[in-house]
């Protein structure tokens, strides 16, 4: 089945440190991918998304993440996090057609919450 | 803001209750999907328009159902809510359905007591 699997449910770091959140995918074909991130009492905010080239791909307020084919994974990063960055953060999957349009809907993960300590 | 609008922001209700939620996509958006945010479940896709017609069913129960207006703005109707009901319903908009990437409103709050 599809699924998509986010190891941590909690991560708690200090400002400034560096940020890896975890996300791996089970799915029988191409997909795209996204983060989306979710600050307290506001709606899912697209961070960034993967469809085809560079596998590393950079998105708002600094995030990248690298999606890595063989492992089925799509980690989301940042080297130096802020208090503001203190969410909930989302991945998520869609099959990829040929054409690169979409099958089938967004399968979400469970969710990370990242509390920053300022 | 990602110009998707949801009304309205919270709903208080009791069960055995009827509620709509309506969306209103972003500007050109002609495909609109709802989702179910719940702490034990998470984000569930429940069912997808794509101008005016229903293109993908996911995780909606039968008390439930949605529709998509000519002005593309759409409507999910909960029916017969029981407690379990209560959860952050989103919807989101996206150009077409092969245009990936989805945009998101800011939720409607249901509390079934």
């Known amino acids: 089945a599809q699924s998509v699997s986010q190891h941590n449910h909690h991560v708690i770091l200090s400002e400034a440190a560096s940020l890896e959140l975890g996300c791996n995918y089970s799915?029988?074909?191409?997909?795209?991918l996204f983060w989306y991130v979710q600050y307290p009492g506001q709606h899912l905010q697209l961070l960034l998304k993967?469809?085809?080239?560079?596998?590393l791909v950079k998105g708002i307020k600094g995030f990248e993440a690298e999606f890595i084919k063989s492992k089925f994974s799509f980690n989301l990063r940042k080297p130096s996090v802020q208090w503001s960055d203190t969410a909930e953060y989302f991945c998520?999957?869609?099959?990829?057609?040929?054409?690169?349009?979409?099958?089938?809907?967004?399968?979400f993960g469970k969710g990370t919450k990242l509390s920053v300590k300022p | 803001d990602s110009g998707v609008t949801q009304t309205p922001k919270h709903l208080i209700t009791a069960t055995g209750q009827r509620v709509t939620l309506r969306c209103s996509p972003r500007?050109?958006?002609?495909?609109v999907y709802w989702y179910q945010q719940s702490l034990d479940q998470g984000l569930q896709f429940l069912i997808q328009?794509?101008?005016?017609?229903?293109?993908a069913k996911g995780n909606i129960l039968e008390r439930f159902s949605a529709q998509q207006f000519p002005d593309l703005h759409s409507e999910l109707n909960l029916s017969s809510l029981e407690l379990g009901d209560s959860a952050l319903y989103f919807c989101?908009?996206?150009?077409?359905?092969?245009?990936?990437?989805?945009?998101f409103g800011p939720g409607t709050r249901l509390t079934v007591l």
């Open positions: 989101a908009s996206s150009p077409r359905p092969q245009q990936d990437t989805q945009y």
């Open positions: 799915y029988g074909g191409t997909v795209n």
């Open positions: 993967y469809f085809s080239g560079d596998p």
């Open positions: 998520a999957v869609i099959g990829r057609m040929n054409y690169g349009g979409s099958q089938g809907n967004l399968i």
């Open positions: 500007s050109g958006d002609l495909s």
């Open positions: 328009y794509y101008n005016g017609e229903e293109r």
